[in-house]
């Protein structure tokens, strides 16, 4: 009888001390988990430089597209004075001419772009800003398992 | 993916949030009314505060646009005129969402918001791009002076449902006042 209680003990204590490692394993990845704060900092680091870089695009496109509105009135001044020069300037009209046609394409191909810079601005940091919020889910969820490990910890002594 | 009573539920508890942190004084008006398009204003002026709520089965973008006209500047900085006009608003900004993220937590139990983002108002045409499910626009008025747009867009993995918000004792839907970020 006394034989049999001691297996009993003995036993329990096995139980017990394979419980512990188990906890201790388990707390050992989370603190690992843990350090996936430092990650989540460095994509919110990396997130504000790529649209620090995205808004110096934007502000050369928009002066891209103020130096063609000013190319464009240019070449229609260049057009008047040659339309009064007559005959003579002739072949300037023709310059003048083909100066604000491609003026007027680096207007439309600015534009598009500053569109497209601007897309690209607003997807990206809707989806940084998912990214930030599941690492804040996630940070939780561990949080919430150490909390368990401790609780566990306790109850093993 | 999300019908129409839980949307409403969304709306409701996002134009309770936004009377709740955008209006400074209960005595001031507040008008909200939908948008069918945004409303394109001076390019230089115009920024767009966005946030993002997220659980594993969805995200909702919240996006304010506010311009930094005298009316908004005077409304928003009568206490603080030496504290940056953008720094206020990305505070009222970011306790609005943090109080529909709380009526939201009701309903989800794993849910996060980010950080608030400013962005130029130019990106404003361009909500299209998210790929929502949903997007509802409104305008609002404050004291018939300061105007700000506002967007919820809902984009969602699977199906959702978003619960009528249980009511205090008065009789009015309960919310946490406490904001922590």
Known sequence: MA?????????????????????EHLAKGIADLKALAVAFERW?????????????LNRMGEDLSRVARQMI?????AAIEAAHAGHIARGFVVVAAEVKNQA?????????????LNTGELTTTATFQDIQAGGKMMMAAISGLELMVKQLRTELG | MLNAHSMHNIEAAF??????????????????????????????EHKMLLITISSF????IVIFGVTEDSATRAYYLHLDAAQPLDEVLGEVANMCGGALN??????????AMSTPCTLSGQCMPFLDKLRAQSVSRYAITINGSVR??????????????????????????????????
């Not at chain 2, 936004?18 to 230089?44: F, G, K, N, S």
């Open chain 1, 3 to 23: 034989g049999n209680t001691t297996e009993a003990t003995a036993d329990g204590a096995d139980k017990r001390a394979a419980l512990l490692r188990k906890t």
């Open chain 1, 44 to 56: 919110h680091e990396d997130m504000i430089f790529m649209t620090g870089q995205s808004r110096s």
């Open chain 1, 73 to 77: 009135m240019v070449s229609l001044n």
């Open chain 1, 104 to 116: 007027q394409h680096v207007q439309a191909l600015s534009g598009d772009m500053c569109k497209t």
């Open chain 2, 15 to 44: 134009h309770k949030a936004i009377r709740a942190h955008w209006v400074q004084d209960p005595a001031d008006t507040c008008e909200i009314t939908p948008l069918i398009c945004e409303v394109i204003r001076d390019q230089d």
């Open chain 2, 57 to 60: 089965v969805f995200r909702l």
């Open chain 2, 102 to 111: 709380r009526t939201l937590a009701a309903n989800f139990s794993h849910l």
């Open chain 2, 148 to 181: 700000i747009q506002a967007a919820l867009c809902m984009c969602c993995l699977e199906p959702i449902e978003v619960a009528d918000e249980p009511e205090t004792e008065q009789g009015e839907p309960c919310a946490g006042e406490l904001e922590l970020f």
